[in-house]
Structures are given as C-alpha cells and as structure tokens.
C-alpha cells in the first residue's frame, strides 16, 4: 500500500521495507521532477515551487528545473538568484539557466560577470552568451565572441545568423550562412527565408524555399507570413493551398493566422471560410489566437455575423480577442454594440488599454457618438490609467470634425503635447473638404505635406477640394507642386471575390474578359437609376471637361463597374461585397444607395476608412466618411 502526500509517495511493504521505500523514493522524484518541468515549461512558476517544496531531497535536475521556471519570462531575476545560491553544486546546466535569466532580463553586465566566472563552459555556455548579446542589438560583441568560441555546432551558426538578421546585416548573415558546415540544416535556411522577406527580397527567399530538400512547418510560415507582409497576400494564400495539398507538413498555429490575414488583406472570404471549415476538424482545434485571427478575418471580409458567431464560441477569450471584436464593431458603424461589448469586457475583469480606447473612440466616430467618444477620451487616464497618445488625439480631432466643430479640432491639434500624427491632418483634411472650408483644408494639405512629401495623398485631397469648387487654375498649381516633390499617386481599385477568384476594376477599365455584359448591365442600371431621382454629381468627376463626358466618367468609376460585375455573377438577393483600396467618392456612395434599392440587395462596401452598409437606400455611415 501507498500514501500520496504532494508528488511524494511513502510505500509499505511487508516483504521488502527498505527496497520498496528506496525505489519509491527515486520513481517520486522522478515523477516530480518532471511536474517541475512541465510547469517551467507553460510559466507557471508557483505550481512548480509547490511540487518542489514537497520533494524532502531534492536533486540536481529538480533544482535546475525550478531555476528554469524562474528563467522563462521577465521579471523573475532576483528569485532566480536567490535560488542559485542556495543549489548544494550547481552544475554547468544550473550556471546556463542562470546566465539565460540574466539575458532575457536584459541584465547585460550580470550575463557578462557568470559568463567569464564560470569555470566550466559547454557550448550551450557559449550560444546563449552569443544569441543573447545579437537578441539586444550587440551584433559585434556576438561576432567577437562567436569568433572565439572553442568549438562550433548547428546552434551557433544559427545563432550568428540570426542575429545579423535581426540586425539587418544581410550581407554578413549570407557570409556566415556560407560558412557554415552544413548548408542544408533547416534552421539555418528558414532563417535567411524570414531574413530575405523581412527586407522585401522575396525572389531570394523564393529560391532558398524552393530547392531545400526538406521543410518543416516554420519554414512554410516564414514563407506565407513573408508574402502577407510584402503586400502578396494572394501568393501567400497560393503557396497555403500547395502546404494543404502536400501534406508534408500539418499547419500550426502560426500558418493559420498568418493565412487567415492573407485572406483579411486580399478580402478572400471564401478561402477564410474554408479555413474555419478546415480547422475546426483539425486536432488541436480553435485557440485563442487562431480564434481572434478568425473573427479579424470576418470582420475585414465583411461578414459581421460570422465573427460575432466566433467570438461567442471562443471559450476563452483575452484583450487581443475583445478589441478586434470591438474595433470590428467600429469598423463596420455600429458604435451601439461596440459600446456594449466595452461594458461586458469591463464586467468580465478585463481593464482596456491603449488599442481598447483606439477601438472605442473609433467606433464613436463611425456611429457619430460625439458626446460619448469625448466622455470616453476624458476618462482614459483619470478611471482607467491609460495616458492618450497621438492616436487618440487623433481620434478627438475626428469626432470634432464629425460635429462640424473644425475649429476646435484646429485648436486641439496645436495644443497636443507632442507632435501629431499625420492621420490627424487626414482627418482634418477630409473634413474640410466636407465641409467645403478652404483655409484648414490648406493648413492640413501642407502640414501633411511637411510630415510627408512623397505620399500622394494629401494633394489629391486638396485638388479634389479645389475641382469641387470648379478652381481648376489651384488643382493645376497643386498637381504641379506634387509633381516637384515626386509623389505618386497611388492608383485606384475596386476588387470583388466571385466563385472564389478575385477581380480588379479600375476606373474606365478596358481589361476585363466580361466587359461587354458588365457596361450592358452597367447602362441598365443607370437609367433605372435615373428614373428613381438619381443624379450624377459632377463635382466628383475631377477632371475639367463637359459635362456628358463627366457623367460617362462617373458611371465607369471602378466600385461601380465591380458591383455591376457582382449583379450579373450572383444569385439575386445574396449580398455583394465590394472593396476598394481608396475611399469611396461622393457620387458612388450615392448611386450604390439607389442600386441597393433597385436590386434589393445589401451592398457592403469596404474602403480604405471603414465599412459601408447599403441597404434600401440608405448607409450605415450616415453620409459622412
């Protein structure tokens, strides 16, 4: 018989007293030790110094284990410290976990004092000392002492690349990758993958990826994350199709999220759907982040529903999980339920921070809560300790806009305590081309203009302020300005996913196989249009020519040409989902209300500002974007 007291077991045998105590007392130990591992592992250091303190002699591996418990996250030095001096003989191992405390704390001169003292180094001594002087920016005091080392293995040379990757030294990282010994360790080639997309040489990384003889799942996701971050979403939802179909590896984690925001980038709803499907037969289920990445992806792809449905069933849900929730809310204009959901999160425990008030005072804008946003930015740091930053300046500037109040905003921005964002003259900007008010519409141009010469935006805007005006001579003066400062104007583009491909419109697109159907339904669309009381206006058509031609500008607009696309694609009464990588102009925001009503579709419409929501004439923005 046994008694169980902690991890410790204390046997009774008739037979054998002193066998059975001696062998129980090793298994115990044994056993315990590996519960000390297991908590070191998942952080959990107060389960791990109970089992341990219940360990009458405790050995050199449950000593080491504890210490590594204390070594896994920040924050834990001192305790590890006062440990270590109580460890009868610390070991090689006890002085490496030690030194990997001292590191991950950033404590550099107490890493560098055991680091020298110790008597004993095994080449774990040496790669942590390595790896840890290249993870705080110490690149030349790695080489140095990688240089030194006495003896070599595949974990230095990863070490050393790695850190002149981090440092943005690729022409070193590449040198040292060509030395090493063995060119084909896995590790080693998934580091110069992620180095290559992590400076935009996708081609290099490409040819690394494609001729390894082996890949693990690390290696697909440095491959599929690089091409989302490059702007290639699409090939990296591509290469995710050929992991499937190869299965030469099983997705993470990792490879879900980074495919889920493939899909969010290139609107591929479908696919996205596909992948929920997929993993909810998957083994390891839905987690915490692949969860948030899920709803981020229905959010973004314009199905609200599907993510409110998957944030519910999220058993388990952190910060990350409630402001994506939130700012999906505000993205999409219902400033009511975001609201709401801030106060079910305040009632679960959760205190907000800075993204939840980014979220909050966004969602405020959208809904046109003025009085509610400016109560929230009040009580940010008085109730809740957050400190507003130029965000949410930012932010504030935008629900003073939003009430017409440009003044205020202007006065605003020259009394925040820093310097502005240059979203906060967007904001400005865009008001004041609203509000058709001249003089803060120039004060926000130049002063986006001095914050950014080259990005396009800022004269654009004020061009279209001053053709609204029909001041063709200033939008003359202004083009030329842009012209000498060489910024570009980033063309404009509607896409829509039909059947599971995406198709791109531009303005007066000439390209499309289906054209020919799309201008018939496009004219039909148009007179019917008419009929109901639309009419085209012309301020929006930017150009200085007549009128007839203006109107036939107008009509061929790339949001309008996408939705004529999905109308004739689509079964009647299924909702169209168009998005554009600019904002919406004037007069496609008008017309998409009377098609909404003609053809008793919901129409959602996402620009680079928010989500439109087209329903029996009316939009969820209110007419102010």
């Not at 204390?10 to 129980?24: K, L, M, N, V």
């Not at 022409?171 to 080693?188: G, M, R, T």
């Not at 799309?518 to 019917?528: G, S």
């Amino acid at each position: 018989m046994h008694l169980a007291y902690g991890c410790y077991t204390i046997y009774f045998s008739r037979r054998s007293p002193t066998f059975s105590s001696a062998a129980g007392s090793v298994a115990s130990v044994l056993f315990c030790n590996r519960e000390i591992a297991f908590h070191a592992r998942t952080g959990d250091v107060v389960s791990a110094q109970r089992v341990f303190n219940s360990i009458p002699s405790p050995t050199i591996v449950s000593w080491n284990s504890l210490l590594a418990a204390f070594s896994k996250y920040p924050g834990k030095l001192q305790d590890a410290l006062n440990l270590f001096d109580r460890i009868p003989k610390p070991d090689v191992i006890s002085f490496n976990t030690l030194l990997s405390c001292h590191l991950i704390n950033s404590d550099l001169l107490g890493a560098r004092h055991l680091f020298y003292s110790m008597l004993v180094k095994d080449a774990t001594s040496w790669n942590t000392m390595v790896s840890g002087l290249a993870r705080h920016g110490l690149i030349n005091e790695a080489r140095e002492l990688f240089l030194s080392m006495p003896e070599k293995n595949y974990v230095s040379w990863n070490a050393i690349v790695s850190g002149f990757i981090q440092a943005g030294d690729l022409h070193s990282a590449w040198e040292y990758f060509s030395q090493a010994p063995d060119k084909n360790d896995i590790v080693l080639l998934t580091a110069m993958i992620a180095g290559f997309m992590s400076a935009g040489m996708i081609e290099r990384a490409w040819e690394i990826f494609d001729t390894m003889h082996e890949r693990n799942s690390v290696t697909w996701n440095a491959m599929i994350a690089g091409f989302v971050e490059n702007g290639q979403a699409e090939e990296g939802l591509k290469l995710f199709r050929i992991m499937i179909s190869a299965e030469e590896v099983q997705p993470n984690s990792s490879t879900l999220s980074s495919s889920l925001l493939a899909c969010s980038n290139s609107s591929a709803l479908e696919l996205g759907r596909q992948i929920h499907q997929w993993v909810s037969k998957f083994p390891m289920g839905i987690n915490r982040t692949i969860g948030t990445s899920l709803l981020s992806m229905y959010c973004k792809c314009g199905d609200l529903e599907s993510a409110c449905k998957s944030f519910e069933e999220m058993p388990v849900k952190d910060l990350v999980s409630w402001n994506a929730m939130i700012s999906g809310y505000a993205q999409h204009g219902h400033g009511d339920r975001a609201i709401n959901l801030f106060g079910r999160m305040k009632d679960g425990g959760l205190n907000p921070n800075r993204v939840t008030f980014v979220t909050l005072l966004s969602a405020c804008i959208h809904a046109g809560l003025v009085d509610i946003g400016m109560r929230y930015f009040e009580s940010m740091e008085e109730d809740y300790g957050v400190k507003p930053c130029a965000e949410h300046y930012s932010c504030v500037v935008d629900l003073l806009c939003r009430a017409g109040l440009l003044k205020k905003a202007v006065d605003l921005i020259h009394s925040v305590p820093f310097k502005p964002h240059p979203a906060t003259f967007g904001t400005l900007l865009n008001a004041s081309r609203i509000h058709k008010n001249k003089e803060f519409a120039e004060f926000a141009a130049r002063k986006l203009v001095e914050l950014e010469p080259r990005n396009a935006g800022a004269y654009v805007q004020l061009a279209n302020v001053y053709a609204s005006m029909s001041r063709w001579d200033d939008v003359a003066r202004v083009r030329k300005w842009m012209k000498e400062n060489l910024a570009v104007k980033m063309p404009g583009y509607s896409w829509i996913e039909v059947g599971g491909a995406v198709h791109e419109f531009r303005s007066g697109d000439r390209l499309h196989p289906y054209l020919e159907l799309i201008h018939k339904k496009l004219n039909e669309l148009w007179k019917r249009m008419k009929d109901a009381g639309y009419v085209p206006d012309l301020d929006f058509a930017l150009h200085n020519v007549g009128d007839e031609q203006k109107e036939m500008m107008l009509m061929k607009h790339g949001e309008k040409l996408a939705i004529a696309f999905a109308l004739i694609s689509t079964s009647p009464g299924t909702p169209v989902r168009v998005f554009k990588n600019l904002r919406v102009c004037g007069d496609c925001h008008h017309a998409i209300k009377y098609i909404s009503i003609i053809e008793r579709r919901e129409i959602i419409l996402r620009d680079n500002t928010r989500f439109h929501h087209f329903t029996n004439g009316k939009c969820t923005c209110g007419d102010y974007w």
